[in-house]
C-alpha cells in the first residue's frame, strides 16, 4: 500500500479543486425540484466546472459517460443521469461530482430533498450526513482507518439504519483513487494509522432498510437489494496536526 502524504502547497491545490466541487453542488443542489431531470443537472455542471478552470474527473474514468453520478432514492451511488429521468416531489437525490484542477482531485457527494420528502426518509438523509461528520472528527494523526469507519457506523446503526459495504471512501491526490481505502464501518484502533498530510474521502452510503446492494444491467448504478432509500454525503479531508480540515467546503 502506497500512502502519499501531501505537503501544505499539495493540500492548498486539492482545496482549490475542492471548492470547484463545492461550488458546483450548490449550483446543481439549487436547481434540484420536482420536473428537472438529472441531465439538467449534469449539463450546468459541467458547463460550471469548465467556467470554473476545471476538468471533470468522472467523465471517461473507466468509461463512465458523465460528470455527475446521480442516484435516486433507491439507487445507492453511480445512477448515470438521463434526459428521461424526472425528479418528482418525494424523492432524494445523491449527486456526486469530482474535479481535476492543476493535477490535483476533489470529490464530493450530497443528497438533496426534493420538494418535501416523508420524515422517514429526512431522518435517512439527516442520519447519514451527521455520520460523515463522526466520521471527518475521528481522522486525526495518530488515529486508525477503523476509528473512521467504526464512528460512522456505530452511529448510524444505532440510528437503525445500515452501512453499505461494496463501497468505501479512498485516498485521493494526484489521482481520484489512492490508498487507503476507507471503510464505512470498522473497529476503533483498528487499521493503517493516520499520519499528517493524508487526504482522504470519507463518504457514508446508508441505507433505510438492509446493507447489501446489487448493480444494474448498466454495469454502474448500485440499488439497495430491498428497494428501500439510500442516502450519500462525501467530504475530502486533510489529516493536520491541527485535526482534520475539510477541503470541499
Not at 471517461?60 to 416531489?89: F, K, M, W
Request: with cysteine; charged share 25%.
Amino acid at each position: 500500500m502506497a500512502i502519499v502524504c501531501k505537503s501544505a502547497a499539495e493540500i492548498e491545490k486539492m482545496r482549490r479543486s475542492g471548492h470547484i466541487v463545492r461550488q458546483v453542488l450548490d449550483l446543481v443542489s439549487a436547481m434540484v425540484a420536482p420536473g428537472v431531470t438529472t441531465m439538467d443537472l449534469e449539463r450546468a455542471a459541467e458547463q460550471r466546472i469548465r467556467e470554473l478552470g476545471g476538468k471533470p474527473a468522472f467523465k471517461g474514468y473507466y468509461d463512465y459517460p458523465c460528470v455527475l453520478c446521480t442516484s435516486i432514492n433507491q439507487e445507492v451511488v453511480h445512477g448515470i443521469p438521463s434526459e428521461t429521468r424526472r425528479l418528482a416531489e418525494g424523492d432524494i437525490v445523491s449527486i456526486d461530482c469530482g474535479v481535476v484542477l492543476d493535477g490535483y482531485y476533489g470529490d464530493s457527494a450530497v443528497t438533496v430533498p426534493v420538494g418535501e420528502i416523508s420524515p422517514e426518509v429526512r431522518r435517512l438523509v439527516e442520519v447519514t450526513q451527521e455520520s460523515l461528520q463522526r466520521g471527518i472528527a475521528a481522522a486525526r494523526p495518530g488515529a486508525r482507518v477503523g476509528d473512521i469507519g467504526a464512528s460512522v457506523q456505530e452511529f448510524v446503526e444505532a440510528a437503525g439504519f445500515s452501512v453499505v459495504r461494496e463501497f468505501v471512501g479512498h485516498g485521493i491526490g494526484t489521482k481520484l483513487h489512492e490508498d487507503p481505502q476507507v471503510p464505512n464501518y470498522g473497529t476503533r484502533d483498528q487499521g493503517l494509522k493516520l499520519k499528517e498530510g493524508m487526504v482522504i474521502a470519507i463518504e457514508p452510503m446508508v441505507n433505510a432498510g438492509v446493507a447489501s446492494v446489487r448493480v444494474l444491467e448498466d454495469k454502474w448504478t448500485a440499488v439497495t437489494q430491498d428497494g428501500k432509500p439510500s442516502a450519500h454525503f462525501e467530504h475530502c479531508v486533510a489529516v493536520t496536526k491541527d485535526g482534520p480540515v475539510i477541503l470541499t467546503e
